[in-house]
C-alpha cells in the first residue's frame, strides 16, 4: 500500500463526526459529511505528514471514539462480561478501517515478582487478541503482543489495583501490500463510509421515532 493510499485512509478516519442536532434528524451519511469531503487544507496537511504520524492520528480517533482499555480480577487473564462488551465494541471500528493494523499491550499490579506479572501480562494480551480474532479480526492485523507486567502502572501503589490489572488495544501502522477493492482512490474510501452510515443508529432519527412511538 502506498503512503498516498494510507494517508487518505488517515483522511477519512478524522473526518469529525457532525454534532447531533436536536431539531432536525439527518440524512443517512450526515454523521461523515461535513463538507470536508476532499477538503484541499487537510489533504495538504496530511500529505506532509509521515506514515507514523498519519498512525498517530488515527489511534487518537480510535481512542477517542472506543474506550481502548478493559481490565481484570485479581490474578487473572479470564475476560469479564464488561470486557467483552468492550472488545465487541473496539471489534466494530478495526472491521472499519482493514487496512489498519493493532497492538496489544498487558499490564499488571504490582503484587507479585516482576517475572511473573510479565508472563500475566502477556496472557491477558493474548486474550484480548484471541477474543478480537472470534469477532472476524484477522490475527495478521493484530501486529504484537506485549507484556509491560508491573512496570507502567496508571496508579503507583504497591497494593493491590484493578486499574493496573489490564490490557490496552492501539494503532500500530498499516498492513503492508494491502489491495482491497479501494485501488487506492479517495473517492471510493469516502464512499464506503457513506454507505456504512445509513446501517448506523442516528441518535437524532431514534430519539424522533421513540417520540412518536410513545405518544406526547
Not at 11 to 33: R, Y
Request: charged share 20%; aromatic share 8%.
Amino acid at each position: 500500500m502506498t503512503l498516498r493510499m494510507k494517508l487518505m485512509i488517515a483522511a477519512l478516519a478524522l473526518l469529525p463526526l457532525a454534532a447531533c442536532n436536536t431539531k432536525d434528524a439527518l440524512e443517512a451519511g450526515g454523521s461523515v459529511d461535513e463538507g470536508n469531503f476532499g477538503n484541499p487544507t487537510m489533504m495538504n496537511q496530511l500529505a506532509m505528514m509521515n506514515e507514523g504520524d498519519a498512525t498517530q492520528m488515527l489511534g487518537h480517533r480510535f481512542a477517542s471514539d472506543v474506550d481502548t482499555t478493559v481490565n481484570f480480577e485479581f490474578n487473572s487473564s479470564q475476560l469479564s462480561a464488561d470486557a467483552m462488551a468492550t472488545l465487541s465494541r473496539q471489534a466494530s471500528w478495526i472491521k472499519r478501517f482493514p487496512e489498519v493494523k493493532f497492538s496489544v499491550y498487558g499490564y499488571t499490579d504490582r503484587v507479585g515478582t516482576e517475572a511473573y506479572n510479565k508472563g500475566l501480562g502477556l496472557r491477558r494480551a493474548k486474550a484480548v487478541v484471541a477474543y478480537l480474532i472470534g469477532q472476524g479480526i484477522s490475527g495478521s492485523r493484530l501486529q504484537a503482543l506485549v507484556s509491560y507486567g508491573e512496570t507502567r502502572p496508571v496508579v503507583d501503589t504497591q497494593a493491590p489495583e484493578v486499574r493496573n490489572r489490564r490490557a490496552v488495544t492501539g494503532v500500530s501502522g498499516f498492513a503492508r501490500g494491502y489491495t482491497g477493492l479501494l485501488n487506492g482512490k479517495y473517492a471510493a474510501i469516502i464512499m464506503r463510509e457513506y454507505i456504512d452510515s445509513a446501517t448506523r443508529v442516528h441518535p437524532v432519527n431514534t430519539n424522533v421515532k421513540s417520540a412518536i412511538s410513545s405518544g406526547g
